[in-house]
């Protein structure tokens, strides 16, 4: 009974972090999804978005205007990715490793930015750098706080629901269905006069700056950011982009509309958030939640060949 | 209007695997040409074609379209002067967007893509109107995933595709090998018809001499990456299989009874 009152009380937060980390999501879900590349540059673009954030309150940026920076420079560090993949031919994986190790000083470098803040700073390091930086809501207007659950509830849906419009948007535009074309079928959208290689860093791009955009919501939410913060991410990326898809063509199974597979991507991510919590509550440490995801992931991408495969013993036995 | 100014292409140069796909060819087509192109595996046939379209580079010479030299073009940029139809059949097709998206994406070819919808209402009737000229019903299945058609369904909705704009140039790289002899015939058929009615310039490979004969009013032979015979107008119309059998007898040589197993009739 009490574990049950403890996980109804946490419902507020489990839906923010989860809306938080549904826009994560979204941004895993161009890449994986739409253009069929494995990004691994979301580990550390996301903590370049807390990190950008934390630094541009730091430095007086209103709250808001703060998560559009990080979604800028989340665009840039998805551009150094494509720029490795498409110009220098590196593979995607290759690629997205290499970012993310560039960038894990980046990220130390932004964080750092702050020692210029501190009237007696002893740093006397050549370029400062820090690996944590916090900005706190008792010290800044900031737009969503884990003070306030309720309200970071309605701000991460208000973000949601605006991204999955302008995604359903943008991806029914001329523009959009080149970079889907380029996803579904290179040669053929290289045969219909798109440039792929451009379609391709755009999506690198778009999908990181929404990576950093949930980075800089999550910062604000937790108060600050931490270089260790992203290890792993794509791994809840891909968690809420897969329990997603199974369920929603679980549940429509002649195909949904686009804005509803988008929708089915967040609710993966609240659903993961749910387990998050689960696990928290039980009374497990923490640290298992690595591993539960590695499971749930494997179990929720492999499932749909395992489906194949019982059909066609099944076929085998009836004939 | 299409121009080949002595075309290079090796592949594997420098290793134990060198090959010499294209050797020094030199091309020139006219307006309304429709050349069939015939020759054994290895002959240089595909890579005539993707030097033309630019999904590989030349080693050396010119490629010219309208006398613009199109060299340097990256592929997606020539595709503005071409429709392409390949072999397999998964190849001209997204297979997870819907027909009409397809067709849409076709639409576009060789213009900016901007942030106007990707497909309008008024093109989702005209591409209904155009499907149905083809019987197969694919115009009340509009919206559908093209990975639930056929092979030959698909073909035809690549042909469409290619020639939807209609291109400089048409490049048919044995685009009925996949299929079955009906539907092979059935996508022929198509070929001819849009190819007469859009008035286009197309280069074909086919592996069937009956076709290459019947088709189009120019025949080019390749073997070991040069054109080795180059016949149209009324020589063309007047050739029979046989001729061609002997033609390919008196070039090759020895390799004859090897390379005739190659081209069946």
């Given amino acids: ?319 | 209007m299409l121009e080949l100014k002595n075309v290079c292409k090796t592949f594997y140069a420098g290793t134990v695997n060198e090959r010499v796909a294209l050797n020094d060819v030199s091309l020139t087509l006219n307006d309304g040409d429709v050349v069939t192109i015939i020759g054994g595996n290895g002959a240089g046939k595909s890579t005539l074609l993707n030097m033309v379209s630019g999904t590989l580079p030349v080693d050396a010479g010119q490629v010219l379209i309208d006398g613009v030299d199109i060299t340097n073009y990256p592929e997606h940029k020539r595709a503005k002067f071409l429709g392409r139809v390949f072999q397999d059949p998964m190849t001209g097709t997204a297979a997870s967007m819907g027909i009409d998206e397809n067709l849409a994406l076709a639409l576009r070819r060789g213009k900016r893509r901007g942030l106007g919808w990707g497909i309008t209402k008024k093109e989702r009737a005209e591409f209904c109107e155009r499907l149905s000229e083809f019987g197969l019903g694919l115009e009340t299945r509009i919206t559908a995933k093209v990975g639930l058609l056929s092979g030959g369904q698909r073909q035809v909705l690549t042909l469409l595709m290619a020639t939807l704009k209609k291109p400089k140039l048409l490049l048919l790289d044995e685009h009925t090998a996949a299929l079955d002899p009906k539907t092979a015939k059935l996508v022929l058929e198509a070929t001819d018809k849009i190819i007469r009615e859009n008035n286009l310039t197309a280069m074909m490979i086919t592996h069937n001499m009956n076709d290459a004969i019947t088709y189009g009013n120019r025949l080019i032979m390749m073997m070991d990456g040069r054109i080795i015979y180059d016949v149209s107008g009324e020589e063309k119309k007047s050739l029979t299989v046989p001729d061609l059998l002997k033609k390919f007898e008196e070039y090759s040589g020895g390799s004859f009874s090897n390379d005739r197993m190659m081209l069946s009739k």
């Avoid at chain 1, 839906?15 to 691994?40: M, P, S």
């Avoid at chain 1, 074309?181 to 690198?204: D, E």
């Avoid at chain 1, 990326?237 to 988008?262: M, R, T």
């Fill in chain 1, 1 to 319: 009974m009490n574990f049950l009152i403890s996980m109804l009380n946490s419902l507020p937060g489990v839906a923010a972090e989860g809306l938080f980390y549904g826009i994560f999501a979204l941004g895993v879900y161009i890449t994986y999804k739409i253009l069929d590349v494995a990004d691994l540059t979301v580990d550390a673009s996301i903590v370049t978005g807390c990190a950008v954030t934390t630094i541009c309150i730091l430095y007086g940026v209103d709250p808001l205007m703060a998560v559009f920076v990080a979604f800028l420079v989340g665009m840039l560090a998805g551009a150094l990715t494509g720029f490795f993949h498409t110009f220098l031919k590196i593979p995607a994986i290759l690629a997205g490793i290499l970012s993310q190790f560039s960038l894990y000083t980046i990220n130390m470098i932004i964080m750092g930015l702050q020692s210029h803040l501190e009237e007696n700073s002893t740093s006397n390091a050549l370029i400062p750098m820090s690996p944590t930086a916090y900005a706190s809501v008792s010290d800044f207007a900031l737009i969503v706080s884990s003070r306030d659950k309720t309200s970071a509830m309605i701000v991460g849906f208000i973000f949601v629901a605006v991204i999955i419009a302008l995604l359903y948007w943008f991806f029914g535009t001329e523009f959009g269905c080149s970079l889907r074309a380029t996803g579904a079928n290179p040669k053929m959208a290289r045969a219909q006069g798109i440039n792929t290689s451009f379609a391709t860093v755009f999506g690198l791009m778009f999908s990181n700056g929404f990576v950093a955009l949930a980075g800089g919501l999550l910062a604000q939410y937790t108060g600050g950011s931490n270089i260790t913060f992203g290890a792993g991410a794509i791994v809840i990326g891909l968690a809420s982009v897969v329990i997603g898809d199974v369920l929603c063509n679980a549940i429509f199974k002649k195909g949904a509309n686009f804005a509803v597979k988008l929708t089915f991507v967040v609710i993966g991510s609240l659903i993961y958030s749910l387990i998050k919590r689960f696990v928290i509550n039980v009374g497990l440490d923490t640290n298992f939640l690595k591993l539960i995801s590695a499971v749930i992931v494997a179990i929720f991408l492999s499932a749909p060949n395992f489906k194949t495969k019982s059909a066609r013993k099944g076929a085998k036995k009836g004939a």
